[in-house]
């Protein structure tokens, strides 16, 4: 199997030229596998999040999880270091959340589907890299969060954005979400 569609779009992952910038950013879990079917996964992603939040200078403007990708609008004072971390951190954990689940099917995609130039890990969770838009104006900024919490409309699996349980769009209805949100930008 050839290399991540992501792949080319890591490159641009590598030249961030707004580092500290708020970006709309989308994460994939290899081969679109299911991992956040479970809430124990989901709250992999949520607890990690809270976290940057607590030690890092990182604003989390607009997320929504689905069951293998998310998006989320971020801006933090060094990007990629910050993606990078997040990924490293909640693909060990998920791995750790499989293994003690023993969820057997799941681990095995994952090693099946592991790129072959990852010689020193057994199992791979995300696509290499991360898609990443500059948010260059206030109308792309609305525009990115509205895509983001219309997505799980658009599939079909509810029928309006604040059902979703696992996205921000409550958060901007006035509601509390799972996760705090900046929504001055």
């Known amino acids: 199997m050839g290399r991540s569609r992501y792949l080319v779009l ?11 910038h708020p970006h709309f ?3 994939t879990i290899l081969h ?6 479970r809430k124990e996964s989901v709250g992999i992603i949520l607890d990690t999040l809270k976290f940057l939040q607590k030690q ?7 997320y929504v999880i689905l069951e293998n990708h998310l998006h989320m609008v971020l801006q933090s004072n060094n990007l990629q ?15 750790k959340l499989l293994k003690k689940e023993n969820v057997s099917t799941l681990l095995e995609q994952l090693k099946f589907y592991k790129k072959a130039h990852k010689r020193e890990k057994e199992y791979q969770i995300w696509e290499e890299g991360y898609q990443t838009k500059l948010i260059q104006t206030d109308a792309m900024m609305k ?24 996205s921000s769009a409550k958060n901007y209805e006035g509601g509390d979400g799972l996760i ?6």
């Not at 679109?32 to 079917?37: D, Q």
């Not at 270091?81 to 791995?95: D, G, P, Q, R, V």
């Not at 219309?150 to 059902?163: C, I, L, M, S, T």
């Open 143 to 166: 525009s990115k969060i509205d895509y983001i919490h219309q997505n799980p409309v658009k599939r079909g699996y509810v029928d309006e954005a604040v059902h979703w349980r696992y």
């Open 81 to 95: 270091k910050t993606m990078e971390s997040f990924k490293k951190f909640t693909a060990n954990e998920i791995l």
């Open 180 to 185: 705090e949100i900046e929504r001055l930008w």
């Open 56 to 62: 890092e200078d990182f604003k989390l403007y607009a």
């Open 32 to 37: 679109w596998i299911p991992i956040f079917t």
């Open 25 to 27: 950013v989308t994460c």
């Open 10 to 20: 890591c490159t641009l992952c590598e030249k961030i030229y707004e580092p500290t």
